[in-house]
Nanobody, 122 residues
Framework: VQLVESGGGLVQAGGSLRLSCAASGLTFSTYAMGWFRQAPGKEREFVGGISRFSTTTYYADSVRGRFTISRDNAKNTGALQMNSLKPEDTAVYYC????????????????WGQGTQVTVSS
């Protein structure tokens, strides 16, 4: 099983980035997908998630209305569209998958990507 994130980078405050997560080695539609982030010196936090067939999405309060999560099971990919970025969004972003429902508990996720750095300058 492999998850590979891409799309991170440096952006000015107010800008946008789109992160992608490519999955292989698993039946992607079997898994709920979550996005997490970890800033320096802070614990990993839940950003949001999407159910197996995109029927439900979940967002942390800090990103709701600015970030959008999607997935394409036919292509085994997920995405995190980030708009109106703020300096406090600076972190390494991870995609992860788990069986069952989306949860905000990182320990429940069984497979993780390597992470991609997002840096938002003020």
């Amino acid at each position: 099983v492999q998850l590979v994130e891409s799309g991170g980078g440096l952006v000015q405050a107010g800008g946008s980035l789109r992160l992608s997560c490519a999955a292989s080695g698993l039946t992607f539609s079997t898994y709920a997908m979550g996005w997490f982030r970890q800033a320096p010196g802070k614990e990993r936090e839940f950003v949001g998630g999407i159910s197996r067939f995109s029927t439900t999405t979940y967002y942390a309060d800090s990103v709701r209305g600015r970030f959008t999560i999607s997935r394409d099971n036919a292509k085994n990919t997920g995405a995190l569209q980030m708009n109106s970025l703020k300096p406090e969004d600076t972190a390494v972003y991870y995609c992860a998958v788990k069986l069952g429902n989306v949860r905000d508990v990182s320990l429940e996720y069984t497979h993780w990507g390597q992470g991609t750095q997002v840096t938002v300058s003020s």
